[in-house]
């Protein structure tokens, strides 16, 4: 009992700040292919809002805005209150990123994949090795710190990428389908991980299409279908909104009135 509260008290310092995410009328087109039309929504601090969608729907490009990989044709996004076109660097810094696909350099260890992205933000080397050895310890890794990425299980690259996105201590996560190709425990492990950083007060937000795995995080949802906005809100509020008794059932009925739109 007493180590399980040391852990907590290591999180709630190590994550000690509070954020949000604003996205206002976001558009981006691909040649003749409009990916996001108008998308509009906000994710408070301290809670997980799920980004909840079919393959396709615009899920991946609103979070490439956001972590400033893409600049949208129209509208406006910001973290923190740092524009993320206009002051992107900051935006950066407020970030931490975990992409689809875990992006690991093969040929470094654990330890030196996450230490390799704390220089980059700037972390001074005393500092530095003190964050990477709590993040090892918070996130299990330390079996397979020493070991190079290359031949890593798909649970321990996630393991790894989110220590990574973690190591400036950012004030915002956001989260790629995080838990596509995992196992049944690694998946476990992860959601337990991320309903624990959102204790801390960090801002999450993460795009799925796995109606579980949204019922079993997500504080706020956004529903998008077809690059537009079809539903937002508490999970209650949107079978509310909907008139349907569950979330899938939810879920297929905003699609389905966004389908007959087009």
Not at 22 to 48: M, N, Q
Not at 135 to 160: N, P
Not at 247 to 257: Q, R, W
């Amino acid at each position: 009992m007493h180590g399980q509260a040391g852990a907590e008290s290591i999180f709630r310092q190590f994550f000690r700040t509070y954020a949000m995410i604003e996205a206002g009328a976001l558009s981006k087109s691909f040649g003749s292919v409009r990916a996001l039309k108008d998308i509009t929504f906000s994710a408070a601090d301290g809670r997980i809002t799920g980004l909840l969608g079919p393959n396709g729907a615009g899920k991946s490009t609103t979070l490439r805005i956001l972590y400033t990989v893409l600049r949208p044709d129209t509208g406006r996004a910001s973290v923190d209150g740092h524009d993320v076109v206009s002051d992107s660097l900051a935006a950066r810094r407020s970030i931490g990123v975990l992409p689809h696909g875990a992006g690991l350099y093969p040929h470094l260890t654990a330890r030196e994949n996450i230490t390799y992205y704390g220089r980059m933000h700037g972390i001074g080397n005393s500092a530095l090795g003190r964050r990477v050895d709590e993040l090892i310890a918070l996130l299990d890794i330390g079996e397979f710190a020493d070991r190079r990425a290359k031949g890593f299980s798909q649970g321990q690259r996630t393991k790894v990428a989110l220590a990574r996105a973690l190591v400036h201590q950012p004030r915002n996560l956001l989260l790629d389908e995080p838990t596509n190709g995992l196992d049944v425990m690694a998946t476990r492990a992860l959601r337990e991980m991320i309903l624990r950083l959102r204790d801390t007060g960090i801002c999450i937000l993460f795009s799925s299409h796995v109606m579980q795995e949204v019922a079993a995080l997500c504080d706020d949802i956004v529903i998008v279908g077809h690059g537009r906005v079809v539903a937002a809100g508490k999970p209650d509020e949107i079978r509310r909104q909907t008139g349907k008794s569950t979330l899938e059932e939810a879920f297929v009925a905003a699609i389905g009135t966004e389908e007959g739109l087009e």
